[in-house]
């Protein structure tokens, strides 16, 4: 996909970008869980599905490209990492890769799977 690809209109589905936090209890133990760090627009391409044996069981295994606004850190790196997961229509992505469209700063490409 190039830049000149993507337009705005193309970003035609809500995503939610999850972010681990960790909270510290009364205890002083801290407890760890995934909140919503964003709510972006995105284009979702679904590019595979399948199953697998995971556990001893057959799990269904879906992946994803997703396209979204370039969003940057102050050093002008994507905000949004591997560490991030992805919900989309009740599932939850891991999130493999993280590129930057012809590095222009523009538009970034989520590359999902599983998540871990």
């Known amino acids: ?16 970008v999850l972010r681990r936090t960790r909270t510290a ?15 972006p627009f995105a284009k979702v391409e679904w590019v595979g599905a ?34 991030d997961r992805i919900e989309y229509q009740g599932r939850t992505f891991g999130i493999e890769g993280v590129k930057d469209v012809e590095d222009a700063r523009r538009w970034l490409e989520l590359t999902l799977g599983a998540a871990k």
């Not at 830049?3 to 995503?15: E, G």
């Not at 209890?25 to 709510?39: I, L, N, P, Q, Y």
């Not at 044996?53 to 295994?61: C, K, L, Q």
């Open 1 to 16: 996909m190039k830049c000149c690809d993507l337009t705005a209109t193309s970003l035609n589905r809500r995503i939610k």
């Open 25 to 39: 209890d009364d205890m002083g133990a801290f407890k760890e869980a995934w909140e919503t760090h964003s709510e």
């Open 50 to 83: 399948g199953e697998a044996a995971r556990y001893g069981r057959i799990a269904e295994t879906v992946s994803a490209r997703v396209y979204i606004r370039f969003v940057g850190t102050a050093q002008n790196a994507p905000a949004i990492t591997a560490d």
